[in-house]
RNA sequence: GCCCCGGUAGCUCAGUGGAUAGAGCGUCGGUUUCCUAAACCGUAGGUCGGAGGUUCAAGUCCUCUCCGGGGUACCA
């Protein structure tokens, strides 16, 4: 049980007693000073009116009706306008890290969620060209998201769904055409709007050695579009795989088609009554179902607009047979998911399972400015680049170390310059620290044990063990929220409180039973440290 | 015009309606006969964009407003 729980078990009968509650739920939040103890809980602030009473009466009559054991529990005070504090008894707090040392791996996960199944879809880029900078939020992100999920106990699948037919692909197989044809001496002109990058030509370049100039008269959607589509889509995995992002299912798009997807969700429309034909396009009811206007879901060429295949494709991810379905988009994806959301909705679906995350955008700053990203443009860092810059572990750390919500700046000059003062290095050298002790413990003939761990009192061994038993609780609040940042928040605090233990609290050469237990508290935080940079696909360096 | 996100220390950002608003980087100063100084300790730095309101209590909730970003297609 964690603490917070038993606080809940013991406090709750109490507030029952006085016959207050209803619909209030006790929360125990971790005040910001020792003074205040381990843990408070404001509910009889929230009650005081309901009970017709003052706050600091309320809070004396909850905390006299409140049963204890004394061994856990040290003592409970009221404070300021009627705050109950809560402190834990040293000993009880020390014994506490059996079940870190115990657990291992296991330390944080829980089986909140266990039997229920999650797709999780992210990066989701078309293949037309490498993946930016930008990619990397999204792509970091929605693998973490994943490992969070699976850390509750999901099963998740992880999913990238693209696109390799339309005008967009069109353009990438001309580009290369025209690219090939000028490498062949042809003075033909290169248009503006087309994809400008390097790549294309390296593309065109290897269909020269291949093919020679037998591909003059080839057109753009043949062999140039499907060149382009492996190689770049080649390139797009090996990225991915650098960062350690798998994805179990790569959904085409065009299987809606094939598979007559797109076709029986037209019918249903038809059918409902949802949609209607207007200047030879075909428009989908969205005023009737709350949303701004009616939207085309056909256009007048006979070819579909993104929503319908959207839609289609959400229908096939509740046939697979998912209770939660995560789609991860920029910002830029606001005021499409909207549409989609109602339609399912009209068709009898849960939408309540859908969780549209949405990050906004990274700008990269580079030499001092603003990189404006455009793929058509060829204006852009790639993943790859940074990758090379800053390494796999700098990339995930930081595209985790911020709220999804906030805009995000990516100075590559500092990320460059820090690289040595880069916050993901102060914990992985926590780890190293710790397993350097473990050798040091080795070679010294020191062994941990569990026996003495009542003599971890001090300021420095208590905090570090509170922070220690407060992961799961961080885990499973990031993964209900969806917020990677507050894994990397907390190791960071969890680092910090380990630094300073270290530099307070020697291990080796301490009296015996006292040396003994450090090494234990020592273990503990290994395990924890592993288990968080793991959980965000982070190494754990031995050695640093 | 309308919709979404942001505005908190010099910079980048945390901050469950709670007690004296925090961290990292940058400033300035200190700590090493001792398990890794990629560390630790201290210092300075704030009208939480602005104005109203709700509340015992507002950076946090509501209304209005200013600034920046994104969106508002028969593009995706």
Redo the contacts with the bound molecule.
């Keep these: 049980m964690s603490l917070r729980n038993y606080l809940f078990s013991i406090t709750e009968p109490a507030v029952l007693s006085t016959s207050l509650l209803e619909d209030e739920n006790i ?1 125990f ?5 020792n ?3 381990d843990f ?1 809980t ?1 509910i009889a ?2 009650l005081a ?1 309901k009970a017709k009473t003052n ?1 600091r009466q309320l809070a004396q009559k909850i905390v006299d009706a409140i049963k204890y054991d004394e061994q856990i529990i040290s003592k409970i005070e009221i ?3 009627g ?1 109950i ?1 809560f402190f834990y008894s040293s000993g009880f707090i020390a014994n506490s890290i059996l079940s870190i040392l115990e657990a291992k791996s296991n330390f944080g996960k829980s089986d909140k969620y266990s039997g229920k199944k999650a797709n999780v879809e992210f990066v989701s880029a ?1 293949p037309t060209g490498p993946l930016t900078v930008g990619h990397g939020r999204n792509s970091v992100f929605g693998d973490t998201v994943s490992s969070l999920l699976e850390w509750v106990g999901y099963s998740v699948d992880r999913e990238y769904y693209f ?1 390799n037919a ?3 692909m069109r353009v990438l197989g001309d580009s290369v055409r025209i690219r090939y044809l000028q490498l062949l001496g042809s003075d033909i002109e290169f248009p503006a709007d087309y994809y400008q990058g390097e790549y294309i030509t390296d593309i065109a370049k290897s269909l020269v050695e291949e093919h020679g100039d037998k591909l003059k008269e080839e057109n753009a959607e043949g062999l140039f579009k499907d060149k382009a589509e492996n190689v770049i889509f080649s390139d797009i995995k090996e990225t991915l795989g650098r960062l350690g992002i798998r994805h179990k299912h790569f959904y085409n798009e065009n299987t809606l088609y094939e598979e007559g997807k797109i076709k029986s969700v037209l019918n249903i429309f038809s059918e409902k009554g949802m949609s209607y034909e ?4 075909t428009w989908l009811k969205l005023a009737e179902l709350g949303n ?1 206007q009616d ?2 879901i056909v ?3 006979g ?1 579909p ?2 929503r319908l295949p959207d839609i289609a494709y959400h229908i096939t991810k509740f046939e697979r047979g998912y209770d939660l379905i995560i789609d991860i988009f920029g ?6 998911y909207p549409d989609v959301l109602a339609a399912l909705k009209s068709l009898g679906y849960n939408t309540e399972a859908i969780k549209v995350l ?1 990050h ?2 990274v700008t990269v700053i580079k030499d001092g400015e603003v990189v404006k990203m455009s793929t058509r443009k060829a204006n852009y860092v790639t993943l790859d680049e940074l990758v090379d810059e800053v390494g796999v572990d700098v990339t995930r750390y930081f595209f985790n ?3 999804v ?5 990516f ?1 590559l000059d500092l990320a460059k310059k ?1 690289s ?2 880069n ?1 993901v ?2 914990l992985q ?1 926590a780890h ?2 710790i ?3 473990i050798r ?2 080795k070679e010294a003939g020191l062994e941990s044990s569990t026996d003495s761990l009542i003599t971890l009192s001090t300021s420095e061994e208590q905090s570090l063990i509170k922070k220690l038993l407060l992961f799961p609780d961080i885990v499973l609040f990031a993964a209900n929220s969806f ?1 990677t ?2 894994i990397t ?1 907390y190791l ?1 605090e969890l ?2 409180c380990f ?2 233990f ?2 307070v ?5 301490s009296e015996q039973k006292l040396a003994e237990s450090r090494l234990s508290l020592a273990l503990a935080t290994q395990i924890v440290l592993q288990n968080g940079l793991t959980l965000l696909g982070l190494s754990a360096p ?3």
């Design positions: 929360q939040d971790i005040p910001q000073q003074s205040f103890g408070s404001n602030l929230l009116k706050p404070a300021g306008p705050f504090n078309n696109n339309g005008r967009q207007k200047e030879g396009a701004d939207k085309v256009k007048s060429t070819e607009t993104y910002s830029d994806h606001k005021d499409t949405l906004q955008f170390m911020r709220s919500s906030s805009h995000m700046n100075d820090q040595d003062d916050p290095f102060y050298y190293a620290r397993c350097s002790i040091n413990a917020e940042h507050k928040g960071q680092a910090e630094h300073r270290y530099t609290c020697r291990i080796i050469g031995e050695r640093m």
